[in-house]
């Protein structure tokens, strides 16, 4: 299709005046606002985890309210690491497409999709807060919730896969439309993220629906923990990019937009996300090195499979890099780092996407530690492991996410931010607080200080003893969990303070990015023609990507290749195993 037809193709793209939008945007920000709701609780509690290892147990002064460490780990896990990411992807990937393409998403299961996730939510906000269900957010058997628990949890992971029908629905309307055009790139980044989660969410639903809901309600006694927890990570490993990979439609298909410059290549992009969805799945067992049942061939195949998944970060690095510099020097920047001094930091959206990137580096590098079996002995189940996450989903994921808040509250609600200033200081704390955090727990894991313990119950001289070598790494656990509440209170200050000021006169639109060498879009948002659609002379490799159901049925086949040999000796030689509640 030549750029001139654009004109004539202009009205078939579009299904519903602008007026028509007040619905998506109104469910749009019922997602947003529901899942930072879930961070803000979980993220006022993440610092009472970092006191803890600093020596300073504050457990006992919230008493009745939270009576344990474990209790309040198991709220700060499971609040951000599933209901925060879940809620904001799963609104992020409907209504992104949605806009892209100029079609209406099926409403009725998008909002089924929410009502599911809520639902849930709240079961599992009952289970955990009543100090039934302390079991943290991997519910690794026999340690047992309630029914409550693993019921909603299986509300909340079965209504994370709704958007996917959704997408499929969206994509293929508009090729029906736009026959022998590839689809736009943030619809296809959206699309291959949810068929990743649609095979990668078979393992926690079998794990739950099979074994875990049955055994809560008392319909059997027993359950085999080796398989659960195999099942767990099925699931467990490609959540990561599940929580990642929204945070890299952003970084693809909104930033360069938002810092005045253009994508530097959209077939980098869709080749990023296909080598996510490949290298992804396969791999999760290597969370089980130390694991019984698992033969040395397998760990060594894991490895090798565990760290192809740099490849498409290594991509995502050199793509966004470039972007970001050729923004920077249109800007004025020279030199070696002019064009990043360059960029637009005074604009909390861009500085808090930046900043994510720059603390992602970090959290690749410790991720190939974590996947060596070698390595992996060195680190396991020590604070190593948790600070790494929290700097891949702590701020790679929730602070992007933060910062397409800044953009996207005035574009929903059509008010002005609260404060600029404001939302660029918490993005500075939180960087910053995360950073002094996330090192500390990297250095204590080192000196083999164990995750997940409740070590600031310990007579202080035992403390001092057991874990004196470690002492100024724990103290910089602590300082970072402090600053990052003063980054919690102030990103809340702006967050709910935005949802009540003056209207502005003209709502924002989308920041859909233009890649080098494609077209805007046809989609209109507000009148404005917004986003990318494809390359005037397409690109050979994007054409070979547009065929995402034959890459996911490879995709299927090598999971089951990869799980099977897995799971057959576990079922032939099961354990069975009964609950146990510890607290």
Not at 134 to 146: D, E, I
Not at 158 to 182: N, V
Not at 403 to 410: D, E, K, N, R
Not at 493 to 501: D, E, H, I, Y
Request: glycine letters at 10%; a positive charge.
């Amino acid at each position: 299709m030549s750029a001139s037809a654009i004109p004539a193709a202009l009205p078939a793209s579009i299904d519903a005046p602008a007026d028509a939008l007040a619905p998506q945007r109104r469910t749009m920000l019922a997602f947003l606002v529901w899942g930072f709701s879930a961070l803000m609780i979980g993220a006022m509690i993440g610092p009472l985890q970092a006191l803890n290892y600093g020596g300073v147990n504050a457990y006992p002064s919230l008493a009745p309210l939270l009576k344990t460490y474990y209790q309040g780990l198991t709220i700060h896990g499971v609040l951000n690491a599933y209901i925060f990411t879940f809620f904001v992807t799963c609104g992020l990937l409907v209504y992104l497409p949605a806009r892209e393409l100029g079609l209406m998403p099926n409403m009725a299961l998008w909002r089924g999709c929410f009502a599911a996730m809520a639902l849930g939510t709240l079961m599992l906000l009952v289970a955990m807060f009543d100090n039934s269900s302390s079991v943290l957010w991997t519910f690794y058997p026999p340690l047992k919730g309630s029914a409550w628990f693993y019921l909603g949890m299986t509300l909340v992971v079965a209504g994370s896969l709704m958007p996917l029908p959704i997408l499929l629905d969206l994509r293929a309307r508009w090729k029906a439309r736009r026959p022998g055009e590839i689809t736009p790139l943030v619809t296809y980044m959206s699309l291959t993220t949810m068929l990743m989660w649609a095979l990668a969410g078979g393992g926690a639903l079998i794990e739950l629906v099979v074994q875990l809901n049955p055994w809560a309600l008392g319909f059997t006694d027993t359950v085999d923990p080796i398989v659960a927890r195999t099942l767990f990570w099925w699931t467990g490993h490609p959540i990561v990019y599940f929580w990642l990979m929204p945070a890299y439609v952003s970084w693809y298909g909104l930033l360069s937009k938002q810092i005045g410059g253009k994508l530097v290549s959209d077939p980098m992009a869709r080749l990023t996300f296909a080598l996510l969805l490949i290298f992804s799945l396969p791999v999760g067992s290597h969370h089980q090195f130390t694991d019984p049942g698992f033969s040395p061939i397998w760990r060594g195949i894991l490895t090798a499979l565990t760290l192809s998944v740099a490849l498409p970060s290594l991509v995502t690095a050199f793509t966004i890099g470039l972007s970001l510099e050729y923004a920077g020097r249109l800007r004025g920047g020279r030199g070696v780092i002019g064009w990043f001094t360059a960029l637009p930091w005074r604009d909390p959206s861009v500085a808090a996407q930046v900043l994510a990137m720059l603390t992602f580096i970090f959290g690749g590098a410790g991720g190939i530690v974590n996947g060596s079996w070698e390595l992996n002995n060195i680190v396991h189940n020590t604070t190593w492991v948790p600070g790494h996450f929290h700097i891949t989903v702590g701020t790679a994921s929730a602070l992007t996410f933060m910062g397409v808040a800044f953009w996207m509250l005035p574009h929903l609600t059509g008010r002005r931010l609260l404060s600029r200033r404001l939302a660029l200081a918490s993005a500075w704390l939180w960087f910053t607080g995360m950073s002094v955090f996330a090192l500390g727990m990297h250095w204590a894991g080192l000196h083999g200080v164990p995750r997940r313990a409740w070590v600031s119950m310990l007579p202080r001289s035992v403390y001092d003893r057991v874990y004196g070598d470690a002492h100024f790494a724990l103290i910089l656990v602590a300082v970072g969990g402090c600053i990052l509440w003063l980054a919690t209170i102030a990103f809340y200050t702006v967050f709910l303070g935005s949802l009540a000021t003056r209207r502005l006169d003209r709502r924002p639109s989308i920041p859909f990015a233009q890649a080098f060498g494609g077209r805007e879009s046809y989609a209109l948002d507000g009148g404005e023609p917004v986003g990318v659609v494809a390359h005037e002379t397409v690109s050979k490799l994007a054409l070979a990507l547009e065929h995402v159901g034959l890459i996911t049925a490879f995709m299927a086949l090598a999971t089951a290749a990869a799980y099977v040999p897995i799971f057959w000796p576990f079922l032939q030689n099961a354990t069975a195993a009964h609950g146990w509640n510890v607290w």
